[in-house]
């Protein structure tokens, strides 16, 4: 009886998960341990912060803004759907006392690309992120500091390998796909950019 209800949460759990829409991209190729992906000009609600370290206080902070924006904290006072997936640019040692730079952003939901609502706190804006290009490493598990360094630097080793050329190594993209309720099968990835030359 335990296996059943328990099989019957990861259910709910999995079509939860199914139903937040997800940043559109065309996939350019598929590697053995990483993608490569075109993600076309779109609008993400965005807040920044420095900070020495990633994913403790500091994505705390960011995602609390980014959520009340989501949950009415904008000029149309409305609640907008949760998206995928949560990225965050990372710029390392750009602060004055080598603080890295950490720009969290939610993808805004196709329903609201057109005029999405401003937000009402001022640490809060709309980004007009321009098309992406990224080599992709996914990862399972909760991530810590550690998870996205090792990730993305196995995905650099694995980029240089393949002759991959154009690819910024200076800074990089993390990005989350799941809430903090799913246990089981939580989807992370690092992102490196590519310099298109066109």
Known sequence: MRTFAALALLAQVCQLALAIESAPYDLVNSAETYEERVYPAQKWVTTSHLSISHHEA?????????????????????????????????????????????????????????????????????????????????????????????????????????????????????AGYDSPYVIIGRNNEVWFMKNDMN
């Open 58 to 174: 500091t994505s705390d902070v960011m995602f609390s803004k980014l959520f009340n924006y989501i949950d009415g904290q904008n000029d149309a006072a409305i609640k907008i759907d949760m998206t995928a997936p949560v990225t965050t640019l990372v710029i390392p040692g750009e602060g004055p006392n080598c603080e890295n730079n950490f720009t969290m952003s939610f993808y805004v939901p196709a329903a609201h690309q057109d005029n999405p609502p401003t937000p009402t706190n001022p640490d809060v804006y709309i980004e007009e992120r321009p098309e992406l290009h990224v080599f992709s490493r996914r990862f399972h598990g909760f991530a810590n500091d550690e998870d996205w360094i090792v990730n993305a630097a196995q995905l650099h080793d694995d980029l240089v390998a393949a002759g991959e050329e154009g690819v910024d190594f200076q800074t990089y993209y993390t």
